[in-house]
């Protein structure tokens, strides 16, 4: 990685150059915790009382064991089943993510190496699909979605199945994106080569292509699972504010709104919500900064 | 010849069906769904042509919507790309701890919009106000989200936070493709460093400043989660003489008016907001593919 030395050059200029340093410095520092004052403020008060909330919200709780009584509140909550909804996120964004890695990287695979007029419309309206906004499809696919599960007699609202579903349209046209400009610069040669020794056409994809998609699935990965994870609108209209299946972002509104302005446990509940991001992002930290630089040049 | 024939339409069929039955099949039923007086309770769905449509300009909340979401994405614009331009210059220089910043920065991106939206409704009403009452500080005394003239620009704040860290990782991938030479040598050449800022690396990042900008255009044309929890379109104000919700933006005018059973009518709120993405990012990436090729 090359860094570009802005400012400051180690060695270079006089007292001018190094006062520039410890300013930036201590800029950067202080916009830093800036930026972080959001997240300690949840954690200091997901560890107080409601009373001590409102007696002042800003200062150190009286005990950090409070955090551990907000916790097992939420927890042991009937009306919220906070866990089931982790459960739910987790096999929700899992099964998405394996489907649509799979399936759009075999459709963008199709569509570059087949050089016909289809492939490139189809292509196009994959992409040009990427502009319509999520609410003019929301309320007319809740009703197809309906109709389309008595006609193949397969419940698709409120079960896991149905949103998976969902989330493979929804995903196709930035993921097909994605991969098609990718394997446009893996060279057919490998493929023709393979075909040759007597490699079938399909075995050619899983067994060439796909190993060297790598660097690329892992940006697929992250842009969809960032958004499927936080997703609220899509599960509230498919999965219902209060069914069988739930998901974090359902399960903390659903807890707000039954516990109005009581700011210790909506404010324990969403550092719940944000924990395991964090603890997964710390350690595939890497991987996630460059898949999202990626996915943003793309 | 045969077999790969047939591969090829079932490598595309999983991913062309998903497609076709909850992006294709929705949108034209959902253009149709806005020509007719479709409530979400009857089963009977008439034809009523563009009556909804018609009515709509003249209508003091969604025009208000509307125009408040255009102020909205102003903002943004503004806000979020030169927060993040300013973010990718520091994790760009050489600051011991700049990987460590850069990684801080992106972190509120990962939380999502309903998440953050109670977090900073928790800041406004309780951190803010307790802050300007104990050091008696009267413009913190009321939170942002009660006053209507500042509710968007508290929205704004919370977006700049949310997005920044975001599009600097753009920048910042943008600012690593240009040679290190350009700069240094200009710098040899003594140009001080806010010139060769704004005479070589903003200009050779035009690109990603066409990224950036579609993206924050886009993305809060859109906006509905944050804006759903952190103030759910409060406080009341009053516009054209009629009592509107302060903070409503667009997509959250199309979730109330679908909850109140009006459902053609969101479904033609919703065609418009289509429409408006559609020419407003023709013509900022048009206007912005004309600097990139004068610059």
């Known amino acids: 990685m090359s860094n570009l030395n802005l400012i400051g050059r180690k060695g270079v200029g ?11 410095e201590a800029a950067t520092i202080l916009l830093f915790i800036l930026f972080m004052v959001p997240f300690a403020m ?6 107080k009382t409601s009373k001590e909330i409102i007696y002042n919200a800003v200062a150190m709780p009286e005990s950090w064991g409070q955090l551990w009584t907000n916790v097992s509140l939420i927890f042991g909550n009937r009306t ?9 996120s987790f096999l929700i964004t899992a099964i998405s993510l394996l489907i649509i890695v799979v399936f759009s990287s075999m459709a963008a695979w199709v569509l570059v190496r087949n050089h016909t007029k289809w492939s490139l419309w189809v292509f196009m309206i994959f992409v040009a699909a990427m502009v319509i906004p999520f609410q003019v499809l929301m ?66 994809f899983f067994q060439i292509v796909f190993p060297l998609l790598k660097p690329i699935i892992v940006t697929v990965l992250i842009l969809n699972g960032i958004w499927i994870w936080n997703d609220y609108l899509l599960p509230l209209l498919v999965l219902g504010s209060n069914g069988a299946v739930q998901t974090i972002p359902i399960a903390v509104t659903a ?9 210790d446990l909506i404010l324990t509940s969403t550092l719940l919500a944000i924990l395991p991001v964090i603890v997964l992002y710390l350690f595939a930290q890497r991987y996630i900064i460059k898949g999202m630089v990626e996915g943003a040049i793309k | 010849m045969n077999n790969k024939r047939l591969v090829n339409i079932l490598f595309l069929f999983p991913t062309v069906f998903a497609f076709l039955m909850i992006i294709v099949v929705p949108f034209f039923f959902g253009l149709y769904y806005s020509m007719t007086d479709w409530n979400g309770v009857s089963p009977n769905i008439n034809f009523v042509g563009f009556q909804h449509y018609a009515k709509l300009f003249s209508m003091p909340d969604f025009v208000h919507s509307f125009v408040i979401t255009i102020g909205f994405t102003a903002i943004n614009v503004v806000l979020v790309n030169i927060v993040s331009f300013a973010l990718s210059l520091i994790v760009t220089s050489n600051l011991k701890l700049r990987n460590f910043y850069r990684a801080g920065f992106f972190v509120p991106y990962l939380i999502g919009g309903i998440v953050l939206g109670y977090i900073w409704q928790f800041l406004f009403n309780n951190i803010f106000v307790s802050m300007g009452k104990s050091m008696s500080i009267t413009i913190l005394e009321a939170s942002f989200l009660s006053r209507p003239e500042s509710v968007i620009w508290a929205m704004s704040v919370v977006n700049t936070w949310q997005y920044s860290g975001y599009l600097m990782l753009i920048y910042v991938a943008s600012i690593q493709s240009i040679p290190a030479s350009l700069m240094e040598a200009a710098q040899v050449d003594g140009a001080r460093y806010v010139t060769r800022v704004f005479h070589i690396l903003i200009p ?20 509905f989660d944050m804006n759903f929890t952190l103030t759910n379109g409060g406080p009341a104000t009053r516009f054209m003489g009629s009592p509107v919700k302060a903070s409503q933006l ?34 900022q990436v048009a206007v912005n593919k004309r600097k990139e090729v004068e610059m």
């Open chain 1, 139 to 204: 309320y007319p696919l809740v009703r197809w979605m309906r109709v389309l599960g008595t006609f193949l007699n397969f419940k698709l609202l409120g079960t896991i199945p149905g949103i998976v579903f969902a989330y493979l349209g929804f995903g196709s046209s930035l993921s097909i994106f994605i991969f098609h400009g990718f394997i446009k610069n893996i060279p057919y040669e490998l493929e023709e080569a393979a075909t040759i020794d007597g490699c079938s056409h399909q075995r050619t």
């Open chain 1, 14 to 24: 006089g007292n001018s150059r190094r006062i520039a340093r410890i300013s930036l």
């Open chain 1, 42 to 47: 949840v954690v200091l008060n997901s560890a």
């Open chain 2, 204 to 223: 050779m990042m035009a690109n990603a400043f066409t990224i950036s900008l579609f993206l924050t255009l886009t993305t809060s044309f859109k906006q």
């Open chain 2, 250 to 283: 667009l997509a959250m005018n199309i979730f109330d008016t679908a909850t109140a059973n009006k459902m053609a009518e969101a479904q033609a709120k919703a065609v418009i907001l289509f429409v408006a993405l559609v020419v407003v990012a023709l013509i």
């Open chain 1, 255 to 263: 807890f707000a709104g039954a516990y109005l302005k009581q700011w």
């Open chain 1, 80 to 88: 919220v089943d906070y866990l089931g909804a982790f459960v739910d």
